[in-house]
């Protein structure tokens, strides 16, 4: 048996890291964002810690992104922006202008304007100050999940709620698009021939080329509709992941062999019990002085498993 490809790469420590984001800079270095906001680079086969100033090390790092001045931007979930470089550190937030602070994307065009897609809209800086852009400006949808900018000067963005093209200044209306309204778009990918992939999270694989839209699923041989990472080797194949959920018949795990389970609890209770989410909480009247409180209980009962003959049940609150 020939040793596999794949190599497992974890903390110097040993101990297990929950990863969000990958990137690759120019230079070639790779970054790793950590689901606990923690950021690391890739040394010597290992994860290591990248040594922020003392002012950073709190903020929850989401992602990491190059841009052709050398300068590191660094975008958080919930706290803005980060512009990292020799001269120093600078920090973005919607006091200074940004759209939203939660940060999800990152690009730069030909001008060399960065772009930030974010969870409440697109913002481009350029010359020190932002531009912001929204549903009202003609984007698609405010949840940004990642950005595009193609060989051609096209900005593509991809939205939970579908994909916006921005080009000389504007949106482009394209009927094509519309295919799209309502889409998560979680992959993007120009091809050496000019092509655009993109990978939504449950309408499978859409190509995009000269005027025609097309559209691959499970039906066409894809394993899995839910494509969420697209890429080009040397000799112009694509590889992309995904996700398969599949849970056989008589199966004692939930989504078994697709990487995610699911916890399962046996809860004891009593004959007659209040069912599970079976409290409901609603204020239907609040006012400066008073408010009225409705709660809703569902109650439950498995007496009548080893007593068909109905059972009466009170309950009975207390203040």
């Not at 270095?29 to 689901?35: G, M, P, Q, R, Y």
Request: hydrophobic share 40%.
């Amino acid at each position: 048996m020939s040793p596999s490809a794949a190599e497992t790469i974890t903390r110097a420590d040993g101990a297990p890291q929950s990863i969000n984001t990958i990137y690759q800079d120019p230079r070639g270095s790779l970054f790793v964002t950590a689901l606990n906001g923690r950021l690391f680079q890739v040394a010597s086969q290992a994860l290591v810690p990248v040594l922020l100033p003392a002012s950073l090390r709190a903020l929850p790092i989401r992602n990491v992104f190059r841009d052709s001045s050398g300068t590191l931007w660094m975008g958080t979930d919930g706290q803005g922006v980060v512009r990292f470089s020799e001269r120093g550190t600078e920090r973005y937030t919607m006091r200074q202008g940004l759209v939203n602070d939660f940060v999800r994307a990152f690009c730069e065009d030909r001008e060399g304007d960065l772009w930030i897609g974010t969870d409440g809209g697109l913002s481009r800086f350029s010359a020190g100050r932002f531009q912001n852009f929204n549903i009202e400006s003609g984007l698609v949808y405010g949840s940004i999940r990642l950005l595009l900018a193609d060989r051609t000067g096209n900005l593509w963005i991809g939205t939970d709620g579908g994909l916006s093209q921005f080009r000389a200044g504007g949106f482009v209306t394209d009927p094509l698009l519309e295919r799209l309204r309502g889409q998560k778009i979680w992959a993007l990918h120009e091809d050496s021939a000019g092509g655009l992939w993109i990978g939504t999270h449950g309408a499978g694989l859409f190509w995009l080329k000269a005027g025609k839209l097309a559209q691959f699923t499970i039906e066409q041989g894809l394993p899995s509709n839910k494509i969420h990472f697209i890429a080009e080797d040397a000799h112009a194949q694509l590889w992309m992941s995904g996700l398969r959920l599949d849970n056989p018949p008589d199966s004692s795990r939930w989504y078994p062999g697709g990487g995610i389970y699911r916890n399962v609890w046996l809860v004891k209770t009593a004959p007659v019990h209040v069912g599970h989410w079976g409290t409901y909480v609603a204020t239907s009247e609040v006012a400066r002085d008073k408010a009225r409180v409705e709660i809703k209980v569902r109650g439950q009962s498995n007496i009548y498993r080893c007593q068909p003959d109905r059972q009466d049940a009170s309950l009975r609150t207390r203040r």
